[in-house]
Nanobody, 118 residues
Framework: QVQLVESGGGLVQAGGSLRLSCAAS????????MAWFRQAPGNERDLVAQ???????NYAESVKGRFTISRDNAKNTLYLQMNNLKPEDTAVYYC????????????WGQGTQVTVSS
């Protein structure tokens, strides 16, 4: 059974910072592409940042230069450092693990709320 558990969300003022963590149980972390998605009320769930097993990274345009994704395979943990936060970053942030070759899998975390006040 694989579980992804996010932490680190909260309330912060605009311009502030937060660091999200996603701890993965099971043995899939080192072979998974890991990503952060976010979903604001009334909106679709959108990709924020992704990091592959080889360390290739891509970001949504809206967070480039402000957010940094990283992974620690020894700790089975994914991170998202969020700086210069804006009210439009307010959303539930979800951790996502996937693999598109055998063994195939897709797992979601339960989400953590990030609220940025103006």
């Amino acid at each position: 059974q694989v579980q992804l558990v996010e932490s680190g969300g909260g309330l912060v003022q605009a311009g502030g910072s937060l660091r999200l963590s996603c701890a993965a149980s099971g043995s899939i972390f080192s072979i998974a592409t890991m990503a952060w998605f976010r979903q604001a009320p009334g909106n679709e769930r959108d990709l924020v940042a992704q990091i592959t097993t080889g360390g290739s990274i891509n970001y949504a345009e809206s967070v480039k230069g402000r957010f940094t994704i990283s992974r620690d395979n020894a700790k089975n943990t994914l991170y998202l450092q969020m700086n210069n936060l804006k009210p439009e970053d307010t959303a539930v942030y979800y951790c996502f693990a996937s693999r598109i070759m055998s063994p195939f899998f897709r797992y979601w975390g339960q989400g953590t709320q990030v609220t940025v006040s103006s």
